[in-house]
């Protein structure tokens, strides 16, 4: 049965960013057609980053996991999953899809140095007000020889366009979920990356535009998402919007 918000929070006004959207939105996260379908069609992006595991119980720290939209695309790689988030609602979700749960802030892991083979923070850097803090903390957790794989929004006027004041009237993002202000630059990424060992390549991000389209139409006639396949998420040069990005910890 779908998870449904309190009657009390259900119609509540929060501020932009606020976490506690996540517990308003909780049954919206593994719906193919609710407001978290993006997600999921990213994490599909950012899973084939990640090569298969190259020793016995290597370790993924997933980053900002939410419900654990990670966990499906990562089956048959080999890595035990941790999944670090604020929001606990998120986080049962998580477990009951294989993902061992930690309830904790990015900026302040509680694991180890060095304990990662691989550290995913996708989608999760444009909604920490210190993302430099979140970024050595990434950093940090790696091994050397350890992948860091991460998406985020980047800081131009067109990415507020396009992921706030369109993106935010589609039914593809929840509204007031993005506060622009925090979106990231790509290059004081990648230069902040570097400072903590990390040589990180950058490529642009985008939903393949005729799956995006026709997921949207059949959004509009209330018909299944389930009827086609989901929208893909495709390299593109410019990083002006979603962005990827993937590099090793130096030994």
Not at 71 to 89: E, N
Not at 133 to 151: K, M
Not at 162 to 183: K, W
Request: charged share 25%; aromatic share 4%.
């Amino acid at each position: 049965m779908r998870d449904v918000a309190p009657q009390s929070t259900r119609h509540r006004v929060l501020p932009r960013n606020d976490p506690r959207q996540y517990d308003d939105l909780s049954g919206e996260w593994w719906r193919p057609d609710g407001v978290f379908a993006m997600l999921h069609w990213i994490a599909e992006a950012r899973a084939s980053l990640v090569p298969p595991a190259d020793r016995p119980d290597a370790l993924l720290v997933d980053l900002g996991c939410g419900a654990g939209l990670l966990a499906p695309h990562l089956a048959g790689k080999g890595y035990r999953h941790v999944g670090v988030d604020l929001t606990r609602s998120a986080l049962a979700q998580a477990a009951a899809h294989g993902v061992t749960a930690v309830n904790g802030d990015v900026t302040a892991v509680p694991l180890a140095d060095g304990c990662a083979d691989v550290v995913s923070a996708g989608e999760v850097l444009e909604h920490v007000p210190d993302w430099r803090a979140a970024v050595a903390e990434a950093c940090r957790l790696l091994r050397p020889g350890g992948l860091l794989v991460v998406d985020t929004l980047n800081d131009t006027v067109l990415s507020r366009v396009v992921a706030v004041h369109i993106g935010e009237r589609l039914p593809t993002v929840p509204r007031g979920i993005h506060d622009p202000r925090l979106f990231v630059d790509d290059r004081e990424l990648v230069a902040e990356c570097a400072r903590h060992g990390v040589e990180l390549r950058v490529r642009g991000a985008r939903p393949e535009l005729r799956g995006l389209i026709g997921w949207l139409l059949r959004r509009v006639r209330g018909a299944a998402a389930t009827e086609a396949r989901t929208p893909r998420i495709v390299p593109t040069r410019s990083t002006a919007v979603l962005y990827q990005g993937w590099g090793v910890r130096k030994g």
